[in-house]
């Protein structure tokens, strides 16, 4: 997740590029991202963790893999988020949540066209879908009103857990149909094939390590599901904004949760196993250091 936003107004598209795995497990035709996304166009607890297994058992099966990036059980989740997300105080998460949900306004109008064509993927095909940091619940608006529509927000900071329900009922999503689960990206407590999507804005960005992640994306997908992206990358090396990034990275993750500047993450997830990636590239004059951005599908 960021902390950073300043003011303007451009975005562009800069290029398209799609990958596909060597060896697919299921065939499926490749739609140019341009075409499905733009028509042509164009990152407290004290030291308690809840851990909500009943409350989320009703809508997702929380039955644990046996894949290696996968817990095996609720205790090893747990041990999970707390190596890898150690309890901060209540004060601090509390702080960052409400910083986060005040502070992106402004980026968050400038992505809306493209976060309104990507998840316009989802209406009326996904019936169960996993969002990893979901954060304040920027992206519900976007999917959570169709109809007996079943949404699983996961993050580590349990504080976001409100305003991921406001930002549910705002978006027309009964609460008896969102669940918010406190736990890392990667260990995801939920069973193998058992949701239709995932999303993920502004995550792989600080998470620990990147490729469990998307492991386990591709893990609790559906055959056929789909992972939907948006995401900062470091610039071009030799360019004076990959030159601030590495100066300004390591600060930027201690006051940004872990936020990382310099990660190739469209790499990661086009070498993550999807059976196909679509994947474009855009510029955000409201992100400042945290350019360009990588967004797309991957379809399992």
Not at 102 to 121: I, P, R
Not at 122 to 130: F, I, M
Not at 145 to 170: F, H, I, W
Request: glycine share 8%; aromatic share 8%.
């Amino acid at each position: 997740m960021i902390l950073n936003s300043s003011s303007s107004s451009v975005s562009s598209v800069i290029n398209t590029t799609c990958s596909s795995r060597k060896t697919p497990p299921t065939s499926r035709n490749q739609l140019s991202i341009n075409e499905q996304l733009c028509g042509g166009k164009s990152c407290c607890c004290g030291s308690r963790r809840h851990f909500i297994q009943g409350a989320s058992t009703a809508l997702f099966p929380l039955v644990y893999s046996s894949t290696p990036s996968s817990a095996s059980s609720p205790s090893d989740s747990m041990a999970m988020l707390n190596r890898l997300h150690p309890p901060r105080p209540d004060w601090y998460e509390e702080f960052y949540a409400s910083v986060m949900n005040s502070s992106m306004k402004s980026y968050e109008a400038e992505v809306a066209g493209y976060k309104s064509q990507l998840f316009d993927n989802l209406r009326g095909k996904a019936k169960k879908v996993l969002e990893i940091g979901i954060g304040t619940g920027p992206n519900l608006k976007y999917y959570a009103a169709d109809t007996d529509v079943q949404v699983l927000g996961v993050d580590p900071n349990r504080k976001m857990e409100k305003y991921a329900q406001t930002a549910a009922v705002a978006a027309g999503l009964p609460l008896t149909n969102f669940k918010f689960l406190q736990a890392v990206g990667e260990a995801i407590p939920v069973s193998d094939a058992s949701v239709d999507a995932v999303v993920g804005t502004l995550v792989l960005c600080s998470v620990k390590d990147v490729d469990m992640t998307l492991q386990e994306v591709w893990r609790v997908l559906k055959p056929g599901g789909i992972y939907l992206f948006v995401e900062h990358v470091a610039a071009k090396d030799g360019t004076f904004l990959k030159f601030w990034q590495n100066v300004v990275d390591p600060l930027q993750q201690i006051v940004s949760d872990g936020c990382h500047l310099t990660r190739q993450t469209g790499n990661n997830i086009s070498e993550a196993g999807f059976s196909s990636v679509e994947l474009g590239n855009a510029f955000l004059s409201n992100a400042s250091l945290i350019n360009p951005h990588v967004y797309g599908i991957a379809h399992k």
